[in-house]
């Protein structure tokens, strides 16, 4: 696909892997709708890339209405690169055997899975309106998981479960989607130097690239953005939830 004028819509866009796919297609001339909290860069980022940018929090159906709507007054939706997301630890039963907050747990998921959905089904509609380009795609939809939906650690098993979740969103989403020509596409990352890994102290990060075997380092965003540029561009790739994690498989703990 040529994003040269079309829309690209990116949650959790002012900021981490959000940022650096904004950035990406930027460069290649999409026009750039950054979906973040009222909290966030958002502003400041979508005026340096050019775009807009709307406060939206992925599980409200009303503000992301209104920010897919007003995306759609940039040109026509091709693109959603969904990048907003929350961590949480959480065990199922805390070290002195109480059973761990059934509210935490539903909040994570609400956030990472229920948000995905949302954002994906109005976005959707907003590409699904659209004229086919001329090899006859409409859009594509980028999702974020986690090496965790596959591996989750102790402790991670609200999100590890709302990762997993995505996972398995990702080939019903490209079936249910594909009569609209628009295709589905995940990434899984691993341990990626984002906002939320750098709240820890510089050794613990240090231990934690150690953990990669090949290369030994943290993931760097435009990685992540690289990614999803190419699965913009390559519309053979559908379905498919794509590991970007130096080859890690996580550890218990």
């Known amino acids: 696909m040529d994003v040269q004028g079309a829309v690209a819509i ?6 981490g892997l959000g940022l650096a796919s904004a950035k990406r297609l930027a460069a290649k001339g ?30 409200d159906e009303a503000t ?6 007003q995306a759609e007054t940039m040109g026509p939706v091709r693109v959603l690169v969904h990048c907003a997301g929350r961590g949480g630890a959480l065990r199922i ?16 998921i609400r956030v990472n899975l229920t948000g995905t959905f949302n954002a994906v089904r109005l976005a959707a509609a907003a590409m699904a309106k659209t004229e086919a380009m001329e090899d006859g795609e409409r859009g594509v939809c980028i999702l974020t998981a986690s090496v965790a939906g596959y591996e989750g650690q102790i402790g991670q098993i609200p999100y590890a479960s709302s990762k997993a ?31 939320m890994l750098q709240r820890l102290a510089d050794p613990i990060k240090q231990s934690l690239a150690q953990t990669v075997p ?4 943290l993931g ?26 130096g080859a890690i498989r996580m550890a218990p703990r």
């Open 10 to 15: 990116v949650t959790g866009g002012a900021s």
């Open 30 to 59: 999409a026009k750039v709708m950054i979906v973040d909290l009222e909290t966030s860069n958002g502003a400041a980022v979508a005026k340096e890339l050019g775009g807009q940018f709307a406060v939206a929090d992925v599980t």
């Open 64 to 69: 992301m209405q209104a920010a897919v709507a």
């Open 93 to 108: 039963l805390e070290r002195d055997g109480t059973p761990g907050s059934l509210a935490h747990f539903e909040n994570i």
């Open 165 to 195: 979740g995505v996972i398995g969103f990702t080939i019903c989403a490209a079936r249910d989607l594909a009569s609209k020509s628009i295709r589905v596409c995940t990434i899984a990352p691993g341990i990626f130097d984002t906002p």
């Open 214 to 217: 090949n290369p030994h380092r």
């Open 220 to 245: 760097n965003p435009d990685e992540y953005g690289k990614l999803a540029m190419q699965i913009v561009e390559n519309g053979y790739l559908n379905g498919e939830t794509i590991r970007l994690d």
